[in-house]
């Protein structure tokens, strides 16, 4: 089968398209061909060699699948040959979705929506799951609560939008003028110019000095600090994004606020919950561009590139069909 491999930790043109072995399901697990995939940030973070201690070389990487079951191991009773799924491979454990198979665990593969094509699918596995596991398991958001998700119009925030409209909360989002539209469209109350505005004075006069109930940290810097300055009493902050500086929370402290760092965990349940929300239209995920699989340096280059224009995700057509 055709793989995109990573012999060596560096830029885009640190991948190579290959030919290796086909995988062979065990027990307990299921043997996919891969349709799509699509790019996240944690898929460049792994390239240039951020968790070198994580990831042994050569390295098959890539953390979205969307296709068809090709073959079931023995024990495997919840899928078929030609069934469609959709899954996150299990992070730092194994060969990941640059390639044109993939085998994964049945525990942690879903039925793909009917509703979404492959592209769109693959587009959501990952930020869909890493947006539920924030701001449902962890944050525990409920109706009637406001949030402010930091970065509106990216892979995470797009989902984290949609996500926190269909649980009943206003959302404030950050996000460049150009992206106002968009933000809005996937539901957002009140969207800030990060550039023009400080987002701390916006919130404060937006909620008459009380602050959101929550704030979702999808671009780092300051913005753990920082965000104990727009929380109510008893707010909760949540971050997918490595801590890359000392940061100081005196202000937290007196906010009697909880933090909670998130790095997603794979099983059938979430897609599910998404699935769920997906059939009665409350959530969608935006493809923002598509490349194929011998381009995934030149989309890893522009995922990498800022203010690169894009809106939502970076899909990767693997199969010829789609």
């Given at each position: 089968m055709k793989a995109v491999v990573l012999?060596?930790?560096?830029?885009?043109?640190?991948?190579?398209?290959?030919?290796?072995p086909k995988p062979v399901p065990q027990a307990g697990q299921v043997l996919v061909r891969v349709h799509a995939t699509?790019?996240?940030?944690?898929?460049?973070?792994?390239?240039?060699?951020?968790?070198?201690?994580?990831?042994p070389l050569p390295a098959i990487t890539g953390h979205d699948v969307s296709g068809v079951v090709e073959a079931v191991g023995p024990g495997v009773t919840a899928f078929a040959p030609g069934d469609e799924v959709w899954y996150t491979p299990q992070i730092f454990d194994g060969p990941g979705s640059y390639a044109?198979?993939?085998?994964?665990?049945?525990?942690?593969?879903?039925?793909?929506?009917?509703?979404?094509?492959?592209?769109?699918?693959?587009?959501?596995?990952?930020?869909?799951?890493?947006?539920?596991?924030?701001?449902?398991?962890?944050?525990?958001?409920?109706?009637?609560?406001?949030?402010l998700i930091h970065g509106g119009?990216?892979?995470?925030?797009?989902?984290?939008?949609?996500?926190?409209k269909a649980i009943g909360a206003k959302v404030y989002t950050t996000?460049?003028?150009?992206?106002?539209?968009?933000?809005?469209?996937m539901g957002a109350d009140v969207v800030i110019d990060y550039a023009k505005?400080?987002?701390?004075?916006?919130?404060?006069?937006?909620?008459?000095?009380?602050?959101?109930?929550?704030?979702?940290?999808?671009?780092?810097?300051?913005?753990?600090?920082?965000?104990?300055?727009?929380l109510a009493q008893l707010g909760r902050v949540v971050s997918i994004v490595d801590i890359a500086q000392p940061q100081n929370l005196l202000q937290a402290w007196g906010k009697n606020a909880s933090y909670h760092f998130v790095f997603t965990r794979q099983h059938r349940g979430k897609l599910d919950e998404l699935s769920a929300l997906i059939e009665r239209?409350?959530?969608?995920?935006?493809?923002?561009?598509?490349?194929?699989?011998?381009?995934?340096?030149?989309?890893?280059?522009?995922?990498?590139?800022?203010?690169?224009?894009?809106?939502?995700k970076i899909a990767i057509a693997v199969a010829s069909s789609i």
């Open positions: 012999n060596s930790f560096g830029g885009p043109e640190a991948f190579k398209l290959r030919e290796v699509s790019i996240n940030p944690l898929d460049y973070q792994v390239r240039r060699g951020d968790y070198p201690d994580l990831v044109e198979y993939h085998v994964a665990a049945e525990s942690i593969i879903g039925k793909k929506p009917p509703s979404l094509s492959h592209l769109e699918a693959a587009s959501l596995t990952l930020v869909g799951g890493t947006a539920w596991e924030a701001l449902v398991v962890r944050a525990g958001l409920r109706v009637g609560e406001s949030i119009a990216g892979g995470v925030g797009h989902v984290a939008i949609q996500l926190a996000a460049r003028e150009a992206n106002f539209e968009f933000a809005r469209r505005e400080d987002y701390v004075d916006t919130v404060m006069r937006e909620t008459g000095g009380r602050g959101v109930d929550v704030v979702f940290d999808t671009i780092g810097g300051d913005t753990l600090s920082r965000s104990a300055d727009v239209g409350q959530l969608r995920p935006h493809v923002g561009a598509v490349y194929s699989l011998a381009d995934i340096a030149q989309a890893h280059a522009r995922l990498e590139t800022p203010n690169n224009g894009l809106q939502g």
